[in-house]
C-alpha cells in the first residue's frame, strides 16, 4: 500500500519561509515522478511543482517560479518544497502526489498517488 506523508507546514508570517516534505513508503520511489500540488480556499487545486525520477528535471507552475523550489532524496524516499517570500495567497493545503513514470507531470489526473495535504496559513 502506498503511503505519501507531508510535513513541515504550519501558520508563517508573510516574508517567511517554509519547508514542505513528503515522506513516501510502498512504491518505488526511485522510479516515481513526485510532485506538489495546492488547493486554496474556495479555489480548484493547481500543479506548483514536480521533478523527474533522478531529480535532473524541475517544472514549475510559472506564477510560482522564482519563490518555490523542489527537491528529492531517493535514499531516503522524500521529496521536499522550499518555499521562499511566503504570501497570503500561499495560503492553501499543499499536497503531495506520486506517478510511477520517468517525466514530471503537471496534470492533476495523471498522478496515481496522492498524500492527504498539509496546511499552510501565511498571514499579513
Known amino acids: 500500500q502506498v503511503h505519501l506523508v507531508e510535513s513541515g507546514g504550519g501558520q508563517v508570517q508573510a516574508g517567511g519561509s517554509l519547508r514542505l516534505s513528503c515522506a513516501a513508503s510502498g512504491l518505488t520511489f526511485s522510479r516515481s515522478a513526485m510532485g506538489w500540488f495546492r488547493q486554496a480556499p474556495g479555489k480548484e487545486r493547481e500543479f506548483v511543482a514536480a521533478i523527474s525520477w533522478a531529480g535532473g528535471t524541475t517544472l514549475y507552475n510559472d506564477s510560482l517560479k522564482g519563490r518555490f523550489t523542489i527537491s528529492r532524496d531517493n535514499a531516503k524516499k522524500t521529496v521536499s518544497l522550499q518555499v521562499n517570500s511566503l504570501k497570503p495567497e500561499d495560503t492553501a493545503v499543499y499536497y503531495c502526489?506520486?506517478?510511477?513514470?520517468?517525466?514530471?507531470?503537471?496534470?492533476?489526473?495523471?498522478?496515481?498517488?496522492w498524500g492527504q495535504g498539509i496546511q499552510v496559513t501565511v498571514s499579513s
Open positions: 502526489a506520486a506517478d510511477s513514470s520517468s517525466r514530471p507531470r503537471t496534470i492533476e489526473s495523471e498522478y496515481e498517488y
